[in-house]
């Protein structure tokens, strides 16, 4: 790492790592300089073309470049805490995929061992470095909407999907939770924080994974959030922060968004817009580069804190529904 570069790897060679490398361009001062795959083949493949500038044949060899800085982790979640714990072991930092495990002892692994090696450490959840949801987090901390009392979010796929996709399968983690639900709770946590209560109820597959969940969360002195995440059904996909001075409306895909509206009693309408090239990933992988250079071992955005609240809240849930790993 220089001055003003950061080079990066990739381990784990499937959808979600093409579309981060994809956008890592768009990220002044991104290298790339290295992925790994268990198999040589996909690795020549995904390097050729995406531009990077080394191909592995296994993550063991990713982990030690030593011409690597950080390495994204986007191997499905079932395998996040072992590639995670190679790379961290070798001296790498890490940005780990959403969920960063399947529950909070493995994660709070991979924290412990990121302090103990003194490296960087970050769950990628991109939806809370994304420029529109920055800006209301900001305007609900500023007061703009009043006291918070509800939050409504949804996730919903639009089924059916077969009972080896990775959405079922149980070893790879499946269900609509850990991999939907998320971020409708994510969303909830970044404005209100670990709530005081959790209850949830879900419907599950013949492989005890959950296709249809939903989630409601407290918080003292009454404040909720209405949470729903399926995978046999298409939601609306968007989001809504009501409080007792205004309402803040996010579109259809309010977990990337590109604009929303504040909507406040005896006002027009505000809505406000952020045009961006790419998917949307590029802003994690920025400040990502921006701990780096700073030298700071966790982002304010996305703190260990969150990410072991975030992972209590959904072992609560898990236990709830009855989905177990």
């Known amino acids: 790492m220089t001055e003003q570069k950061v080079r990066w790897g990739i381990l784990g060679l499937g959808g979600i790592a093409a579309t981060f490398a994809a956008d890592l361009p768009l990220v002044p001062g991104a290298e790339l300089a290295a992925v790994g795959s ?3 083949k996909t690795a020549d493949a995904f390097a050729e073309r995406f531009g990077f500038a080394r191909a592995h044949g296994s993550y063991a060899d990713l982990a030690a470049d030593p011409d690597v800085d950080v390495v994204y982790i986007a191997t ?3 395998f996040h805490a072992e590639a995670a714990l190679l790379c961290i072991e070798a001296g790498k930092s890490v940005l780990v995929e959403k969920p960063i495990t399947l529950d909070l002892p493995s994660a709070a692994q991979l924290v412990a061992a990121a302090h103990d090696k003194g490296v960087f450490l970050m769950e990628a959840m991109w939806m809370r470095l994304n420029p529109a949801i920055r800006k209301i987090a900001e305007l609900v901390e500023e007061g703009t909407i009043g006291w918070v009392s509800s939050i409504h979010a949804d996730f919903g796929l ?3 999907f077969d009972a080896e996709h990775r959405l079922r399968n149980p070893k790879l983690g499946g269900g609509a ?4 639900g998320v971020y409708p709770i994510n969303f909830a946590h970044l404005i209100m924080g670990a709530p ?3 209850q949830a109820w879900a419907h599950l597959t013949p492989e005890r994974v ?3 969940t939903g989630i409601l969360l407290g918080w003292e002195p009454g404040a909720v959030a209405a949470l729903t995440c399926s995978i046999n059904g298409q939601s609306r996909n968007t989001a809504t ?3 007792t001075d205004g309402r803040i409306e996010l579109p259809e895909g309010f977990f990337v968004p590109r604009s929303f509206v504040l909507q406040r009693p005896g006002r027009e309408p ?4 952020y045009d961006f090239p790419g998917s949307g990933y590029q802003f994690e992988a920025a400040e990502v580069q921006r701990c780096l250079l700073a030298g700071e071992l966790e982002s304010p955005f996305m703190p260990h804190t969150t990410t072991l609240e975030i992972m209590t809240l959904l072992d609560t849930i898990r236990e709830q529904i009855g989905v177990v790993y």
């Open 38 to 40: 268990r198999d040589q």
């Open 177 to 180: 939770l850990l991999d939907l």
């Open 196 to 198: 005081a209560s959790v």
């Open 210 to 212: 959950d296709e249809n």
């Open 76 to 78: 499905p979640h079932a």
């Open 241 to 243: 922060i009501t409080g």
């Open 158 to 160: 639009q089924g059916p």
């Open 270 to 273: 505000e809505t406000f817009e």
